[in-house]
């Protein structure tokens, strides 16, 4: 038998610490008594890619769980409130045209789907307000809690907005000081490998051999391992999400108290979308879109438009999106979490969230010995595909419900040989019925739940028809959730602190631990 | 509006100050800031937790004096007996510390008033009540500070927990108390022993068993508040039972 006691890391940007510290939390005990190590490998010179700025709120029990603080989050990672996503221009892209994607699930969501009596039209409104707070909350600039609650506490589900390139060394220092990772600063030169392609060791120029039982590749677009030397192929999905091109740009506020928002913005562009996201610092802003439908001047133009003329001189980055995945993501005694998986654009933050359900799966279901990693390597790649899938499909709903016919990027994308033939039967069968328990969509960890879905299709103004006799059984549970949301949403909105305000105050006074 | 200026032998010698308990004088509130040196007082009658300043999210301790926010029960007790333990924060008045020095709020309703207590004696000392206020902050300066290193290290070693306390009373409301706070007593439990004698050596472990002690006054201020609301609904039957006749 050969125990799994070394666990090698490559790779020291989000997707690798974050790797690190999950897998560290959870096997701490083994490795205060030494039988169990986790080491990470990273380049002196390589920078992280440091893109992914918005999170989903898995985080917050990600964060807790490892143990870091999260007023030093706030503070030294210059992270953010974040509530959800906001959509505009999606639908129509006339005036006025938004929605919101929030991060509370519908009010009662687990004893009845309002989806029915929602769409009986009686009530007026969005479907969002009809359900939960957050919009509302959103719009007026609230943040989700008070300096009162204390941390990871909410009066409404969040997340975090954050600087990546402040977020990895943030996470190392961590993972190094509290959680006894070891830090290699070494360029690999070469990869050892044994005669069944399993990975023995990596050479180092700094640190010499460095060896270990099962390698993490966070190597990012590198793919060092899992692409370079496992040589698994890359599957792209170009042919359904469309945008292959983003320009990032940070930008300066005005005044350094103007109002921040709390929601990711999306604003539909002629061939993509904008991305607006609020730091305390600064506004990272950046224009995802096809090449194939716009040029790049014409794209810079349009961020420059988004962003305001003033702004004309500040340094645009561009990203290359290769939109799609590795096809298997653990080989032999080598799996990839990250950018090393693969890459999607940036339209619900689903690249962070990825990685820690990939390493929580790993730290759960570590393998004891090589002799049944094959098992736990089977269900973590079934899994890891159904995830990518899932995502692939839910990026591309927000492209495929809209009915702006403006320009040829809108016009191709409800192509039908555009659309994944899972989506599409979805889309057909949530004509009769809404997404909600007992779907598809009912994993125990799925990146988008059944909310997830209603959210984007109800505030994309899709029908589905109901029979009105259906609704009737639990037409006064319903009543009275709506009745409550209303009450909870009034509550919240007169009780809850600008978000700009408890972030400074979180600054000054930190937050307390219960 | 306030208007605090430090207090002036020569030009507040005459100054007399109302001193009593009363609703008007700042006495009606539900929970009060308090220090560790006053525990073993408070213990008798309060129960001792933890709230939340509003501004700053920082933990202070503080003694129940109701359950609803601005209801003082004890007021009644406060008048009628001038012994029964008044926390140090309410006892100082219209009083605060400037510096060194001892200032007085001006603007305050309790100051200026004719029945008031005068503040010096004939020949300029000190009257019984100033001496009185003047040690009220010889404990509450220092008080404060170590109050707040107290609960900085129950804070370190993950001893406070909310707390939820929920009453019924007789009239049938149900009251809620949120934001309130107390000691955890399963992490006390699992403290290293060198941790334990830490506690103890500082005086610390009294303190602990104090607020856990005084939980119990939840349930006798409970009490006390439905025979207070039964006596009101008994002086109501007959009232009720005469538009019948």
């Not at chain 1, 390698?215 to 945008?243: M, P, R, Y």
């Not at chain 1, 909310?451 to 029908?463: E, H, I, K, N, P």
Request: hydrophobic residues 40%; negative net charge.
């Amino acid at each position: 038998m050969k125990p799994i006691r070394s666990v090698v890391i490559v790779g020291g940007g989000t997707a690798g610490w974050l790797t690190a510290g999950i897998i560290a939390a959870r096997h701490q005990a083994r490795m205060k008594a030494g039988g169990f190590s986790v080491t990470l490998v990273e380049s002196p010179d390589i920078r992280a890619i440091g893109v992914g700025e918005g999170t989903w709120p898995t985080m917050r029990s990600t964060l807790e769980r490892i143990g870091v603080s999260e007023t030093a989050l706030f503070r030294e990672c210059d992270a953010a409130f974040k509530q959800g996503g906001k959509f505009v221009g999606w639908t129509t892209g006339a005036p006025g045209d938004a929605y919101y994607h929030p991060l509370m699930i519908p009010h009662g969501f687990s004893r009845v789907n309002l989806v029915p009596h929602w769409l009986s039209g009686a009530h007026g409104g969005s479907f969002c307000d009809f359900v939960t707070p957050q919009g509302r909350l959103c719009d007026q600039g609230l943040a989700p809690k008070t300096i009162a609650q204390g941390e990871y506490r909410s009066a409404a589900n969040y997340s975090y907005h954050l600087d990546a390139g402040k977020f990895g060394p943030f996470l190392a220092r961590h993972c190094t000081e509290k959680l006894r990772v070891r830090h290699v600063l070494a360029d690999v030169t070469a990869v050892r490998q044994s005669e069944s392609g399993d990975i023995t060791g990596l050479d180092s120029a700094q640190a010499g051999c460095i060896e270990g039982d099962l390698f993490v590749d966070c190597s990012g677009f590198h793919a060092l391992l899992i692409g370079q030397t496992l040589k698994v192929d890359f599957k792209s999905c170009h042919d359904v999400l469309l945008c292959d091109t983003a320009l990032a740009v940070q930008v300066p506020y005005e005044t350094p108290d103007q109002p921040m928002a709390s929601e990711t913005i999306a604003t539909a562009q002629a061939a993509g979308w904008i991305w607006d996201i609020g730091l305390p610092t600064r506004r990272g802003i950046g224009h995802v879109y096809s090449s194939r439908h716009m040029s790049e001047e014409a794209a810079r133009e349009a961020l420059l438009g988004y962003m305001g003329a003033q702004h004309r001189d500040l340094p645009v980055r561009k990203i290359p999106i290769r939109s799609g995945h590795r096809q298997i993501f653990w080989k032999n005694n080598c799996l990839a979490v990250g950018l090393a998986q693969g890459f999607l654009e940036p339209l619900e933050a689903s690249a962070i969230v990825l990685v820690e359900l990939s390493a929580k799966l790993l730290a759960e279901q570590m393998p004891a010995c090589r002799e049944v990693m094959d098992i736990v390597a089977r269900r973590f790649n079934e899994v890891t595909l159904y995830r990518w899938g899932r995502i692939i499909d839910f990026l591309k709903l927000h492209y495929v419900l809209t009915r702006r016919t403006d320009t040829a990027f809108w016009r191709d994308n409800v192509d039908p040989a555009t659309v994944p033939q899972r989506l599409q039967d979805m889309l057909t069968l949530w004509k009769f019925q809404s997404p909600w328990f007992f779907d598809e969509l009912d994993r125990l960890e799925e990146v988008f739940p059944a909310a997830s879905y209603q959210y984007v299709l109800y505030g994309m103004g899709f029908r589905t028809e109901v029979v009105p006799e259906d609704r009737a059984e639990s037409s006064s549970d319903a009543a009275k959730l709506v009745t409550e949301n209303a009450r909870m949403t009034a509550e919240l909105c007169a009780r809850l602190p600008k978000n700009r305000e408890l972030l400074n105050r979180i600054h000054q006074y930190g937050l307390q631990p219960v | 509006m306030t208007h605090i200026v430090p207090l002036n032998i020569e030009k507040y010698r005459d100054l007399k100050v109302d001193g009593r308990p009363a609703a008007a004088h700042g006495d009606s509130r539900h929970f009060v800031q308090v220090i560790v040196g006053e525990f073993s007082h408070l213990l008798v009658h309060y129960p001792i937790l933890f709230g939340k300043h509003r501004e700053t999210g920082r933990f202070f301790c503080g003694a129940m004096l109701g359950f609803i926010e601005g209801e003082n029960q004890f007021l009644q007790d406060w008048r009628e007996e001038p012994e029964f333990y008044r926390p140090l924060s309410l006892q100082r008045g219209p009083f605060y510390v400037h510096g060194p020095e001892l200032a007085i709020d001006l603007d305050d309703p309790r100051v200026g008033a004719e029945s008031g207590e005068p503040l010096f004696t004939a020949q300029g000392q000190p009257s019984r009540y100033l001496q009185r206020i003047i040690w009220a902050f010889q404990d509450l300066q220092p008080g404060i500070e170590q109050t707040q290193i107290f609960i900085a290290r129950l804070l370190e070693l993950n001893l406070i927990e909310p707390i939820d306390i929920e009453v019924e009373f007789e009239d049938g409301t149900l009251r809620h108390c949120d934001g309130l706070y107390t000691i955890n007593q399963e992490s006390l439990a699992r403290l290293a022993d060198a941790v334990v004698i830490e506690l103890f050596r500082r005086g610390y472990l009294a303190l602990i068993y104090m607020m856990i002690d005084s939980l119990k006054q939840v349930r006798v201020m409970a009490r006390t508040k439905n025979a207070r609301l039964l006596k009101k609904t008994e002086g109501l039957v007959p009232a009720q039972s005469a538009r019948g006749e």
